[in-house]
């Protein structure tokens, strides 16, 4: 063979080496995170129906939980008395069961986005008591027994405490008293004992709100309710709360025994329109343009302070991994973030890890980093 010839095989050896050589796979989120804990997503009917593939995509990739974003409420699951649509939850579940992903359940009993019906009867006057307890029992048990064994957890009761530590005044609590709490974790469980049962609400890092669901969750324990985790919401500002606050409310209910879970994380990048900060979605303040002051695009400044508050939230949650077992994002991109419509209708928000082309922002790939060198 001429030197040509031998030059030629050898690039050609080469080549088809390379071509036969293992490419160095991504590593996204749920593989940086999965000796820590479980990194969910909220979905909604959009991505389950298949109508946002990148959308779903992204799940696919990064993420190896899902939870219910509103398809599971009360009001769309009951709209009638008696009258169960399950669609929209049987296709969120089947999409959790193909991707074999932690699948939870959101949410059983709150009041909100609750049917006009369960509250009243035929002439919209208070239903009794025992009316109501038969209706939210008629309630879980269809709901739960659907799922049992498909659904691994259920937020069973949703922001039943006040910013000052007090029951919130709800219907619920007014017909029933404050055993609906109670009543409503029995019920989940005797639906379906291997389910893992959570108590979720937003504010925990607010001491009088964080020791009233301190008091309440062990007042559940003390009388025999299994209760597996209290979930802290994260609605977050750049400003509130601190991290420090996050942290203490994580140690504190984890003093009680159970496991803590971040869930409906997201940090808004938007002024506030109150003194007060909330997560209770009956808000609604009018749009002004000061309120919405990055309608195309945010400058780099804030972007880069949104992906600092980011990983330092990250952080703390790797430093207490043994007690957080989810971090669950309140969507997956910027423009599908209830962010944009709460509590003014009409803006634009950045609030989420993806943005509004599907791409992981920097705080992704500084997240994933730490992880790998935890």
């Known amino acids: 063979m001429s030197l040509v010839g031998r030059i030629g095989s050898v690039v050609l050896a080469g080549a088809l080496f390379a071509c036969s050589a293992p490419q160095q796979k991504e590593v996204t989120l749920k593989d940086a995170l999965k000796n820590y804990f479980y990194i969910g997503a909220a979905i909604n009917t959009i991505q389950v129906d298949g109508e946002d593939p990148q959308a779903i995509a992204v799940v696919e990739k990064h993420f190896n939980s899902v939870v219910a974003e509103n398809c599971m409420k009360m009001e769309s699951v009951q709209p009638e008395e008696g009258v169960f649509d399950f669609a929209d939850a049987d296709a969120f579940v089947a999409f959790g069961e193909k991707n074999n992903m932690k699948i939870i359940g959101h949410t059983l009993v709150w009041?909100?986005?609750?049917?006009?019906?369960?509250?009243?009867?035929?002439?919209g006057n208070d239903v009794s008591r025992d009316v109501l307890i038969e209706r939210l029992r008629t309630h879980i048990f269809t709901v739960v027994e659907r799922y049992k064994g498909r659904v691994h957890g259920w937020d069973v009761?949703?922001?039943?405490?006040?910013?000052?530590?007090?029951w919130r005044p709800s219907k619920l609590y007014q017909i029933i008293g404050p055993e609906f709490v109670q009543?409503?974790?029995?019920?989940?469980?005797?639906a379906d004992p291997e389910a893992e049962l959570y108590y979720n609400d937003y504010n925990v890092s607010?001491?009088?709100?964080?020791?009233?669901?301190?008091?309440?969750?062990?007042?559940?324990?003390?009388?025999?309710?299994?209760?597996?985790?209290?979930?802290?919401?994260g609605h977050?500002?750049?400003?509130?709360?601190?991290?420090?606050?996050?942290?203490?409310?994580?140690?504190?209910m984890a003093s009680l025994g159970v496991q803590t879970m971040i869930t409906e994380l997201d940090i808004t990048v938007l002024p506030w329109p109150s003194r007060r900060l909330s997560a209770e979605v009956s808000l609604n303040y009018e749009l002004m343009p000061e309120y919405n002051p990055y309608p195309e695009a945010l400058p780099d400044s804030v972007n880069q302070a949104l992906n600092d508050r980011y990983v330092d939230f990250f952080r703390m949650f790797l430093k207490h991994h043994d007690k957080i077992d989810r971090v669950t994002l309140w969507g997956v991109d910027d423009g599908q973030s209830w962010r944009n419509g709460w509590p003014i209708r009409g803006r634009t928000d950045y609030p989420l890890l993806f943005d509004r082309a599907y791409q992981p922002k920097e705080a992704v790939t500084r997240i994933i980093e730490m992880a790998q060198k935890k």
Do not use: C
Not at 157 to 166: F, H, K, P, T, Y
Not at 238 to 243: C, G
């Open 236 to 252: 977050l500002s750049m400003d509130t709360p601190t991290v420090e606050a996050k942290e203490e409310a994580i140690l504190k």
């Open 183 to 190: 009543m409503a974790f029995e019920f989940a469980h005797q």
């Open 111 to 123: 009041h909100s986005q609750a049917p006009k019906w369960l509250f009243v009867d035929d002439e």
């Open 206 to 233: 607010t001491p009088a709100k964080r020791d009233g669901i301190y008091n309440m969750v062990k007042d559940l324990i003390d009388n025999g309710a299994r209760v597996d985790a209290v979930g802290l919401q």
């Open 157 to 166: 009761v949703n922001e039943a405490i006040l910013d000052d530590g007090s």
